[in-house]
Each structure stands twice: as structure tokens, then as C-alpha cells.
């Protein structure tokens, strides 16, 4: 049941929604970027090389919809009806890192947008951190939530019940999918937020010797990281409790996608989200 409701997506299709700056925002809402998802497998939002051929990162617009053309200009890569050049992309690059310099090495063309985005995540040259990511830039990418799944000892506890009544387990699927591709080999990542909290820092740390960058998991202050507890009866049915109406308080609900480095969308094959 992990890979239940798991939607992967081609990040391919997300190249010109990130801009080249760093903590520019790709949604409004971390609720937001599942339609979007949704979208491009659809086939309404399609990347492909114009008939006469073309830049795959740059298809006609008029292949679009007006409402993705709307989206497109609300991020900035796309303005008065056109896509906006590398060198605009360069410069707003610049403003988030004023003392960038071209790096010299035998990559093809010099523009930073011809640049692999793996490479920029980890050279230095560019305001890379190659300590973010021991195992290299992630193909994959996970996003969603990860929280502890607290599971009663025995069928009669109940809701409300001590702490030493429940055994807790990391959890969430997304956070699960990245692990166990890192586990099988695959350079994996996972996008989202912990709480501020004992909880938050143990989920974090379990993420990072699984071998995940901690970079693109964010720490919402003042925000918990989420437990779930299960109950079960004697012939093993589960009940779930810690989804409330009012999630405001959970870390998981609470991504602050303008604090990710859009760079590392740019980096990735697939985008898994459920």
C-alpha cells in the first residue's frame, strides 16, 4: 500500500516554472502543486519542441491553455506574452547571488542557463554545496509529508492513552518512497517540513542517514510535527486519529515553498507526489 495514490511526474515539465533564483516561489501553497501535477499528466500542459523544432524548455505558447500561460507569467518566466531570455534568467540569478561568477570548466556553453542544474547544486563556483549532498544531486524527488505513526501495543489501548501505550514509527509515504530509493541505489531527495520540535529534529536526522540532503526538508517554527495514532481491535481492524479539520498547527501543512531552492527541480528526473 506505500505506492498507493503516488503520482509521478517528469521534471522535464517543470523546468520553466523554477526560476534560476534561489527561494523564488514555484506555488503559492504546497496544496497547490498536486493539480499542477495532475495537469501535466493530462497532457494540458505539453513540453515539446515546436514543429520546425526549437528548445524543448521553450515550446510554442500557443500550444497552451490560457490559464497555463496565466501561471506561467505569474512566475516570472514567461512576460508579455513571450518567454523571457536566458539573460533575464541570469540576472535574476544574480540578484540572490551578487558575487557569481562564470565558472571555467568544459560544460558547452558559458550562459548559466545551458549550466547542468546537478552541477550548480554542488559547485562551489556557483554558491553550490556539495557537503548538502554527500550521494550527488537527487534524480528523484519526493514531496509531501512526513510525520510519526504512533501504533498502539496491544488492542486495548485507546485514544488518550499513556505514551508508553504506543510504539511510534516514522512515517508518511512520500518521505517513505525516498527512502527506499535511496536504499535501492537511486540518489533520492524529499521536499518538505518538519516541526520545531524533538520530533521534527529525530525525523530529520533518520532522513539524513537514509542518506536524503536535509536541505530541501525545511523547519516550520512554531509548527509540530504531526502524530498519527493508530488503534486496532482484536480481529485487527485500524482506526486512524490525528487528521483534524484545522491542520494550521502541523509542520506538514505548513511548507514555505518560497524557502526551496528551485535549482533542485531543475536537477531532477521525476517528481513523485501522494
Not at 561568477?101 to 548559466?112: L, Q, T, Y
Request: hydrophobic fraction near 40%; glycine fraction near 10%.
Amino acid at each position: 500500500g506505500l505506492l498507493v495514490g503516488v503520482f509521478i511526474v517528469n521534471c522535464e515539465a517543470f523546468a520553466p516554472l523554477v526560476q534560476l533564483a534561489p527561494r523564488q516561489s514555484l506555488v503559492r501553497t504546497s496544496n497547490a502543486i498536486r493539480p499542477l501535477a495532475l495537469r501535466f499528466a493530462r497532457g494540458q500542459f505539453r513540453m515539446m519542441a515546436s514543429p520546425g523544432g526549437g528548445d524543448p524548455h521553450r515550446p510554442d505558447l500557443r500550444s497552451m491553455t490560457p490559464e497555463t500561460i496565466q501561471l506561467l507569467e505569474d512566475m516570472g518566466v514567461v512576460r508579455n506574452g513571450d518567454w523571457r531570455t536566458e539573460e533575464d534568467l541570469a540576472a535574476d540569478f544574480r540578484k540572490s547571488y551578487p558575487s557569481w561568477k562564470r565558472a571555467a570548466w568544459p560544460m558547452g556553453a558559458p550562459d548559466i542557463g545551458h549550466m547542468d542544474a546537478a552541477d550548480r547544486l554542488v559547485n562551489p563556483e556557483v554558491g553550490g554545496i556539495p557537503e548538502d549532498f554527500p550521494r550527488g544531486a537527487p534524480r528523484v524527488l519526493t514531496f509531501g509529508e512526513v510525520l510519526l505513526d504512533c501504533l498502539a501495543n496491544d488492542p486495548s489501548v485507546e485514544l488518550g492513552a499513556a505514551d508508553d501505550s504506543w510504539t511510534a514509527f516514522a512515517g508518511g509515504a512520500p518521505a517513505n518512497v525516498a527512502c527506499c530509493l535511496s536504499k535501492l541505489g537511486t540518489t533520492a531527495g524529499f521536499i518538505g517540513s518538519v516541526g520545531d520540535d524533538e520530533d521534527g529534529q529525530r525525523l530529520k536526522q533518520l532522513l539524513s542517514d537514509e542518506g536524503l540532503p536535509t536541505r530541501t526538508i525545511l523547519t516550520a517554527k512554531g509548527k509540530k510535527t504531526r502524530r498519527v495514532f493508530v488503534t486496532r481491535s482484536e480481529d485487527g481492524d485500524r482506526e486512524f486519529a490525528g487528521f483534524p479539520d484545522d491542520t494550521s498547527s502541523f509542520a506538514d501543512c505548513s511548507f514555505d515553498v518560497s524557502q526551496l531552492d528551485g535549482t533542485i527541480l531543475y536537477a531532477a528526473d521525476y517528481l513523485v507526489t501522494g
